[in-house]
T-cell receptor
Framework: NAGVMQNPRHLVRRRGQEARLRCSPMKGHSHVYWYRQLPEEGLKFMVYLQKENIIDESGMPKERFSAEFPKEGPSILRIQQVVRGDSAAYFC??????????????FGDGTRLSIL | DQQVKQNSPSLSVQEGRISILNCDYTNSMFDYFLWYKKYPAEGPTFLISISSIKDKNEDGRFTVFLNKSAKHLSLHIVPSQPGDSAVYFCAARATQGGSEKLVFGKGTKLTVNP
């Protein structure tokens, strides 16, 4: 399966702990996007990255959240000092090209984060 | 401020009939529109897209129509099948300053009854 791979699928953390969510894009894709979905809501954009660069982080909360996409390895979404409101499904998507390529983003199956 | 709206939370149709899912948007800068299908506990799966330079795109049983003047798009599925039962999300791309972020509606849950 050469699709977008996210792990873990489920993550349980206690308030104040750190959560690390990983995403490996589809083979040949160099653009990664993170979205968050709250219950009964649509997906909300968080951040857009290319290798070693953050292109758009306008949807990221200013504190506790960070993202990276290193030269080697998966993209990581990191949430420090988690709170109950961080409970959500976090989806990663990838695409092969940026700009006006009209290439769809392809999504992974998400990480369900639960905060106790 | 919801820029992409799917005003019908749910839709129920009979197998073999046409399903029409609607989507409205407010941002005139959107230039690319997509429909995704989502099953529970899975990620969204890309279905079909349309560029703002077109008014129709067809792929098998799926057709998307775009009315730019009304800022409205719709997804037609014909004939509908029970396996089409899922949540359908409309999404629009806002290409601002090089970003490719998608703006999603809240989704419409389609149920196709045998």
């Amino acid at each position: 399966n050469a699709g977008v791979m996210q792990n873990p699928r489920h993550l349980v953390r206690r308030r104040g702990q750190e959560a690390r969510l990983r995403c490996s894009p589809m083979k040949g894709h160099s653009h990664v996007y993170w979205y968050r979905q709250l219950p009964e809501e649509g997906l909300k954009f968080m951040v857009y990255l290319q290798k070693e660069n953050i292109i758009d982080e306008s949807g990221m909360p200013k504190e506790r959240f960070s993202a990276e996409f290193p030269k080697e390895g998966p993209s990581i979404l990191r949430i420090q000092q988690v709170v109950r409101g961080d409970s959500a499904a976090y989806f990663c998507a990838s695409s092969p090209l940026g700009g006006r390529s009209n290439q769809p983003q392809h999504f992974g199956d998400g990480t369900r984060l639960s905060i106790l | 401020d919801q820029q992409v709206k799917q005003n019908s939370p749910s839709l129920s149709v009979q197998e073999g009939r046409i399903s029409i899912l609607n989507c409205d948007y407010t941002n005139s800068m959107f230039d690319y529109f997509l429909w995704y299908k989502k099953y529970p506990a899975e990620g969204p799966t890309f279905l079909i897209s349309i560029s703002s330079i077109k008014d129709k795109n067809e792929d098998g049983r799926f057709t998307v129509f775009l009315n730019k003047s009304a800022k409205h798009l719709s997804l037609h599925i014909v004939p509908s099948q029970p396996g089409d039962s899922a949540v359908y999300f409309c999404a629009a791309r806002a290409t601002q300053g090089g970003s490719e972020k998608l703006v999603f509606g809240k989704g419409t849950k389609l149920t196709v009854n045998p």
